[in-house]
């Protein structure tokens, strides 16, 4: 055993010498690899979705798919609306001309729904009236009374349109289910000259079509918020909530969380690696290689299609405070005897030979113990096992 631990050691040092022999080479080929994966992370999605729990192939998620194709999306951005006085002519007419920008200029809407468009239906003697519940404009108080008591009295409005305390007044907005980047087909594709060519090939199978994602959940709430800004007003209290909006502000904190997490990440690591080499190269280098590899990790996320998740917003921070000790390893024993004897590559071919089959255990172990949670039935944690 002692023999076998001997060669592993001498293999490291010839390892270690023949790196410093070719540092150009080996830099630039390790640059072009790292590169490869960085150049992937602007690609990288976020998914803060109740569904990004689950597994592609989980049952839960594809009874839940098959429902969204059949009866469309389920989830509502909601704007409320407290005026002093919602029956008031000046009050409606401002919220005509918010229910007609919020039509206009937020994208992805499927349907939007407010007193302005509100269906009212109703029996008058033997006739049953299907109309808008303001097709005719109240002119007058007598008429602004009737419609009051009208929307007062209909259960269908009561906390949906209308609070229960007549205050508060919504405005529905419903957007599509699936996502507009896979609606750019060509609608004639199969007449005139493609059947002529051959009438008697099979059809051919209906692109997959992907559901609304995150970024254009993002930009109908975006676009919600700036119209609703331009109505705020003293007197007029406004309000977005829904779980499209919920979304939203997951992943912009998410995203603040993770800058936030990095930088003192790297800050406390800084401060304890010049506390204990009490020289520039000591933090710097530990700090390239760690951030490096961490942006790889994340661009390998990007390459593979993975979204990073509520739970999978501590990989980097936590790559970076695990991976540094790697670094710690093989420069507190190159620092060790490179201020002996002066000769660096013979530091770096002792420190490799002293260390390697150390550090490269270490890291099995722990990467192994990660990569037990890859079969975890949440699919966050199991990606947590995969990358980290």
Same mark, same amino acid.
């Given at each position: ?16 010498? #023949? ?42 998620? %594809? ?21 002093? &006085?919602?029956?008031?002519? +000046?009050?409606?007419?401002?919220? +005509? ?19 302005? &468009? ?6 008058? #003697? ?29 259960? %269908?409005?009561? &906390? ?21 980047? #896979? ?13 002529? +060519? ?38 007029? +209290? ?62 390998? %996320? ?44 013979? #530091? ?41």
């Amino acid at each position: 055993m002692a023999n076998i631990r001997y060669r592993i050691e001498k293999w490291f040092e010839r390892y270690a010498h #023949a790196i410093y022999r070719n540092r150009i080479k080996t830099m630039i080929i390790m640059l072009l690899f790292t590169a490869l994966f960085v150049s992937q992370t602007p690609k990288i999605t976020m998914d803060t979705s109740t569904e990004g729990f689950l597994h592609d192939n989980d049952p839960a998620l %594809m009874a839940y798919n098959s429902f969204r194709d059949q009866f469309g999306r389920d989830e509502v951005i909601i704007i409320a609306l407290k005026p002093p &006085n919602i029956f008031d002519q +000046q009050f409606l007419t401002k919220l +005509q001309t918010l229910h007609e920008d919020l039509e206009e200029n937020v994208p992805y809407i499927d349907d939007i729904t407010s007193m302005i &468009n509100a269906r009212n239906t109703r029996g008058e #003697a033997d006739e049953l009236i299907v109309e808008d519940l303001l097709e005719n404009w109240p002119e007058n108080e007598t008429e602004m009374t009737a419609i009051k008591n009208r929307v007062m009295s209909n259960p %269908m409005y009561e &906390n949906l349109l209308i609070s229960k305390d007549g205050k508060f007044t919504t405005i529905i907005i419903k957007t599509h289910s699936h996502s507009a980047l #896979a609606e750019d087909l060509d609608v004639l594709k199969g007449f005139g000259e493609d059947i002529a +060519q051959d009438s008697h090939a099979p059809p051919e199978p209906s692109p997959k079509r992907t559901y609304l994602t995150d970024k254009e959940n993002s930009q109908a709430v975006h676009a919600a918020r700036t119209v609703l800004q331009k109505y705020e007003a003293p007197d007029l +209290q406004t309000y977005i909530a829904g779980s499209p909006v919920v979304t939203h502000f997951l992943k912009h904190s998410m995203i603040a969380d993770m800058r936030r997490f990095m930088a003192l990440a790297i800050a406390t690591v800084a401060i304890f690696l010049f506390v204990m080499f009490r020289r520039i190269s000591g933090v710097f280098l530990p700090l390239v290689i760690v951030i490096l590899s961490t942006l790889s990790t994340l661009g390998m %996320m990007a390459f593979t299609g993975t979204a990073i998740k509520l739970p999978t917003q501590i990989l980097p921070s936590f790559l970076l405070a695990v991976g540094v000790g790697t670094s710690v390893h093989i420069l507190a024993i190159f620092f060790h005897h490179y201020n002996h004897n002066g000769s660096k590559e013979e #530091a770096i071919a002792y420190a490799l030979g002293h260390s390697g089959l150390a550090v490269v255990m270490n890291n099995m172990t722990t990467a192994s113990g990660l990569l037990s949670f890859s079969t975890s039935e949440v699919a966050p944690i199991a990606d947590v096992g995969v990358f980290a």
